[in-house]
T-cell receptor, first 116, second 114 residues
Framework: DSGVTQTPKHLITATGQRVTLRCSPR?????VYWYQQSLDQGLQFLIQ???????AKGNILERFSAQQFPDLHSELNLSSLELGDSALYFC???????????????FGPGTRLTVL | GEDVEQSLFLSVREGDSSVINCTYT??????LYWYKQEPGAGLQLLTY?????DMKQDQRLTVLLNKKDKHLSLRIADTQTGDSAIYFC??????????????FGTGTKLQVIP
């Protein structure tokens, strides 16, 4: 158990809908990261937050948005869903947000999203 | 630019050694990592190596880093069926903002045959 929790574990929805994925980081970690894992794309970095502020953006679509709340939990919002958005979405957390030195990312168990 | 590549699949017999390879393109990597993903689970860090090291050993795991060829490998000695998983290599690089960005490879699925 990494200490990172994600809910829900599974989500099945229809095209055009909107969903929210939730992540609670490890106790004490200030930074959260969202990744998308699909069969043909491997693990793609979406976005990073550090202590409530957006720090880095990766391959995140405009239909997707995220935020980190004062209690440091984070939510990833996916809207106007398409079939191609079906994937595993992972959240990770780290202590220092990959600033200086070694900073390990701890991964949650993931949310499996199926868009029908 | 950052690009991390791995072969997609490796099959070995139980008790043999497994060698999973990874190539990366950015020579300014600071840390290189190996993660393991078991079915239905998230990624778990196995080991990492600082870019100024050539080798790191941790029990059954040996990491070799060839900076000249930008090649990273993970050797698992005495491979067991419990080692069956997807293995990801990753590199971290400082960006212009002073933060590290981590790029993951495509993952290598290791199948251990009893």
């Amino acid at each position: 158990d990494s200490g990172v929790t994600q809910t829900p574990k599974h989500l099945i929805t229809a095209t055009g809908q909107r969903v929210t994925l939730r992540c609670s980081p490890r106790s004490g970690d200030l930074s959260v990261y969202w990744y998308q894992q699909s069969l043909d794309q491997g693990l793609q970095f979406l976005i990073q937050y550090y202590n409530g502020e957006e720090r880095a953006k990766g391959n995140i679509l405009e239909r997707f948005s995220a935020q980190q709340f004062p209690d440091l939990h984070s939510e990833l919002n996916l809207s106007s869903l398409e079939l191609g958005d079906s994937a595993l979405y992972f959240c990770a957390s780290s202590l220092r947000g990959l600033t200086s030195g070694y900073d390990e990312q701890f991964f949650g168990p993931g949310t499996r999203l199926t868009v029908l | 630019g950052e690009d991390v590549e791995q072969s997609l699949f490796l099959s070995v017999r139980e008790g043999d050694s497994s060698v999973i390879n990874c190539t990366y393109t950015d020579s300014s990597s600071t840390y290189l990592y190996w993660y393991k993903q078991e079915p239905g689970a998230g990624l778990q860090l196995l080991t990492y190596i600082f870019s100024n090291m050539d080798m790191k050993q941790d029990q059954r795991l040996t990491v070799l880093l060839n900076k000249k060829d930008k090649h990273l490998s993970l050797r698992i000695a005495d491979t067991q069926t419990g080692d069956s998983a997807i293995y990801f290599c990753a590199e971290s690089i400082y960006n212009s903002g002073g933060y590290q960005k981590v790029t993951f490879g495509t993952g290598t699925k290791l199948q251990v045959i009893p």
